[in-house]
């Protein structure tokens, strides 16, 4: 059974760091790709980060590029997605998934490629 379960999240002010986690279990990763998620007060889901299951592609908004980073801790099936510098827009509730491979380069940032959700994290970027 696929599951995903995400940690960390919360309350930050502007300008400051925050980590995500999401334990994957059921699945080798090896084999999925793994996309975050974030989705505003009436807003859709946007996709914020993607990393392939080879490891060897990465790919990032263009609002988040550069502040953020997705990366796979392998060991422990853990994908962590760091965030720094973070802004108020950054605020919403975030959501890793996972999507069996291959996923075309153009879809990796689009949620209706990804059939397995964790369960949300809010964060809130606030002064």
């Known amino acids: 059974q696929v599951q995903l379960v995400q940690s960390g999240g919360g309350l930050v002010q502007p300008g400051g760091s925050l980590r995500l986690s999401c334990a994957t279990s059921g699945f080798t990763l090896d084999h999925y790709g793994i996309g975050w998620f974030r989705q505003a007060p009436g807003g859709e889901r946007e996709g914020v980060a993607s990393?392939?299951?080879?490891?060897?592609?990465?790919a990032y908004a263009d609002s988040v590029k550069g502040r953020f980073t997705i990366s796979r801790d392998k060991s422990h099936n853990t994908v962590y997605l760091q965030m720094d510098n973070l802004k108020p827009e950054d605020t919403g509730v975030y959501y890793c998934?996972?999507?069996?491979?291959?996923?075309?380069?153009?879809?990796?940032?689009?949620?209706?490629?990804?059939?397995?959700w964790g369960q949300g994290t809010q964060v809130t970027v606030s002064s």
């Open positions: 998934a996972t999507g069996q491979e291959p996923i075309a380069s153009v879809l990796v940032l689009h949620h209706q490629v990804y059939n397995h």
């Open positions: 990393l392939s299951g080879s490891l060897k592609t990465t």
